[in-house]
């Protein structure tokens, strides 16, 4: 079995368990985002957003989760990083697979629900998150309305050791 898929059914079998995924928001998350999430209605949903073109960079798992306040549905995308190394652009992946997951919600005729991407990266370098602006370095900021501006949560696993893994 390739390294690739072996880290594939890895990521899938764990953190298809709910109470794996809630651990990993728990642990990961920003507290100001973390706090909003109520992880009692954390569930697994059916399906992916990764298409042909995103099958080299991502394997994923989507949860979908109420807001404390409102009730607002989010979903919550843990995408597995396949490279070795740190992506250059990865905005340009997830600008993709935001987008084929809400062409897929609308022509599902479902609502759009806003999405929490997460990179769970295992490579062998750091990665260094940087905004999708930096992208364009110099970048006039008269050209910064027309710049996609979205995050994404990263957790690097190079940061981690094995025993802090577990």
């Not at 999430?37 to 995103?54: I, Q």
Request: glycine share 2%; net charge negative.
């Amino acid at each position: 079995m390739p390294l690739r898929n072996a880290h594939d059914k890895f990521f899938k079998e764990s953190f298809s368990r709910r109470q794996v995924a809630a651990a990993l928001i728990r642990q990961f998350f920003p507290d100001d985002l973390r706090s909003q999430l109520d992880l009692d209605t954390l569930e697994l949903a059916n399906g992916s957003y990764v298409d042909e073109t995103l099958n080299e960079y991502f394997a994923d798992l989507i949860y979908t989760c109420r807001l404390t306040g409102n009730g607002q549905p989010v979903q919550i995308a843990l995408l597995l990083e396949h490279k070795s190394y740190a992506e250059k652009y990865p905005h340009f992946q997830l600008l993709r697979y935001l987008l084929n997951a809400w062409q897929q919600a609308d022509e599902q005729k479902q609502p759009l629900t806003p999405i929490i991407p997460v990179i769970i990266y295992h490579g062998e370098s750091r990665w260094a998150y940087q905004p999708l602006a930096a992208y364009f370095d110099p970048l006039s900021p008269a050209l910064y309305p027309f710049m996609p501006d979205f995050r994404y949560l990263l957790i690097d696993l190079t940061q981690y050791t094995e025993e802090q893994i577990i």
